[in-house]
Nanobody, 124 residues
Framework: QVQLVESGGGLVQPGGSLRLSCVAS????????MGWYRRAPGKQRELVAN???????RYSDSVKGRFTISRDDAKKTVYLDMNSLKPEDTAVYYC??????????????????WGQGTQVTVSA
């Protein structure tokens, strides 16, 4: 079973920086897309950034120029570097993967996987 495990959340002052990491594990699989979503209190979950395999990264307008997503496929890890953080960035951040498992030499269709979430709080 594929698992996504996030790390790197915490409390930071406005204007500060944090790096989130998410590692995928569990058998043999192909990654088609990895990204980050967030859910702020009282709001719906929203896409922050994603990076499809072989394609350019995409960002929500609210984080463009401040956040950078990257992937290290050898480590099966996706990162989110967050700079110039604002109080409105406070949310639980979830790692998302569109991943296809390979079982017995057969490739299964991609499924969506989620991490458990990591809290990011931006406050003075």
């Amino acid at each position: 079973q594929v698992q996504l495990v996030e790390s790197g959340g915490g409390l930071v002052q406005p204007g500060g920086s944090l790096r989130l990491s998410c590692v995928a594990s569990g058998g043999t699989f192909s990654i088609y897309d990895m990204g980050w979503y967030r859910r702020a209190p009282g709001k719906q979950r929203e896409l922050v950034a994603n990076m499809p395999t072989g394609a350019s990264a995409r960002y929500s307008d609210s984080v463009k120029g401040r956040f950078t997503i990257s992937r290290d496929d050898a480590k099966k890890t996706v990162y989110l570097d967050m700079n110039s953080l604002k109080p409105e960035d406070t949310a639980v951040y979830y790692c998302h993967g569109e991943i296809g498992t390979v079982v017995g030499g057969f490739a299964n269709p991609a499924s969506h996987y989620w991490g458990q979430g990591t809290q990011v709080t931006v406050s003075a």
